[in-house]
T-cell receptor
Framework: GENVEQHPSTLSVQEGDSAVIKCTYS??????FPWYKQELGKGPQLIID?????GEKKDQRIAVTLNKTAKHFSLHITETQPEDSAVYFC?????????FGKGTRLHILP | EPEVTQTPSHQVTQMGQEVILRCVPI?????FYWYRQILGQKVEFLVS????????KSEIFDDQFSVERPDGSNFTLKIRSTKLEDSAMYFC????????????????FGPGTRLLVL
C-alpha cells in the first residue's frame, strides 16, 4: 500500500523568502498528489495538486514539482507572507482514500 | 463557494457514552468520507461511503463506529461507546465522483469536530 513521508516536520523562514517542503511516496502506480493547508482549528484545504502526466504546476506563489522516477514531489512557496503560516500536508491516493504525510508546520518570521 | 459543514464544532463526552458527529456534504457530491486527526498527528482515513453503503474502511473503524446517511443531506458518524483514545479531531469530506487510478476526484474537507473523551 501507499506510504507517504514528509520533511521537514517544522520549517521557519523569513517573510519574503521561499519555503520548500518535500515528500516521497512508495506506490509507483500513484498518479495524483495533492497538497493541503491546515490553519489552526480548521480542516485541511486543498491548495494545489499535480497529476503524473506533468512535472510541475504553478499557481501564483505556489508551485509543486513531481519526479516520478525518484517518487518524490515538493511544494514551493515563494515570497512568503504571514498568512502562509500553517501546517501543510502532502498526500497520495490509495484506492478511494487519501494517505497523508505527517505534516510540516511552517512559521513565517517577521 | 459550496463547502462541507460539520456540527458540533466541539464535543465533550464521558468515556462509554455514545456520540454522533454530523456532516452536511457539498450538495451534488456522491462520495463521503470520515477522517480523524489525533492531536499533533497526521490525518487518518476512517471510512468511505457511497450509495448508502460503506465502500472501504480502515482498521481503526471497528464495531464501535458506524456511519449513516439518514436523509438527503446529512452524513453521520456514530461512536457507540467512546474510549479515551477516541479523542481527536474528526473531519468529514466529500467528492463529486468516485476516485479511480485514472482519475482522482478532489476531496473537500469540513472544518472538523473536536471530540474530547473524559
Amino acid at each position: 500500500g501507499e506510504n507517504v513521508e514528509q520533511h521537514p516536520s517544522t520549517l521557519s523562514v523569513q517573510e519574503g523568502d521561499s519555503a520548500v517542503i518535500k515528500c516521497t511516496y512508495s506506490d509507483s502506480a500513484s498518479n495524483y498528489f495533492p497538497w493541503y493547508k491546515q490553519e489552526l482549528g480548521k480542516g485541511p484545504q486543498l491548495i494545489i495538486d499535480i497529476r503524473s502526466n506533468v512535472g510541475e504546476k504553478k499557481d501564483q506563489r505556489i508551485a509543486v514539482t513531481l519526479n516520478k522516477t525518484a517518487k518524490h514531489f515538493s511544494l514551493h512557496i515563494t515570497e512568503t507572507q504571514p498568512e502562509d503560516s500553517a501546517v501543510y500536508f502532502c498526500a497520495a491516493p490509495r484506492d478511494d482514500k487519501i494517505i497523508f504525510g505527517k505534516g510540516t508546520r511552517l512559521h513565517i518570521l517577521p | 463557494e459550496p463547502e462541507v459543514t460539520q456540527t458540533p464544532s466541539h464535543q465533550v463526552t464521558q468515556m462509554g457514552q455514545e456520540v454522533i458527529l454530523r456532516c452536511v456534504p457539498i450538495s451534488n457530491h456522491l462520495y463521503f468520507y470520515w477522517y480523524r486527526q489525533i492531536l499533533g498527528q497526521k490525518v487518518e482515513f476512517l471510512v468511505s461511503f457511497y450509495n448508502n453503503e460503506i465502500s472501504e474502511k480502515s482498521e481503526i473503524f471497528d464495531d464501535q463506529f458506524s456511519v449513516e446517511r439518514p436523509d438527503g443531506s446529512n452524513f453521520t458518524l456514530k461512536i457507540r461507546s467512546t474510549k479515551l483514545e477516541d479523542s481527536a479531531m474528526y473531519f468529514c469530506a466529500s467528492s463529486e465522483r468516485e476516485s479511480t487510478r485514472i482519475t482522482w476526484e478532489t476531496q473537500y474537507f469540513g472544518p472538523g469536530t473536536r471530540l474530547l473523551v473524559l
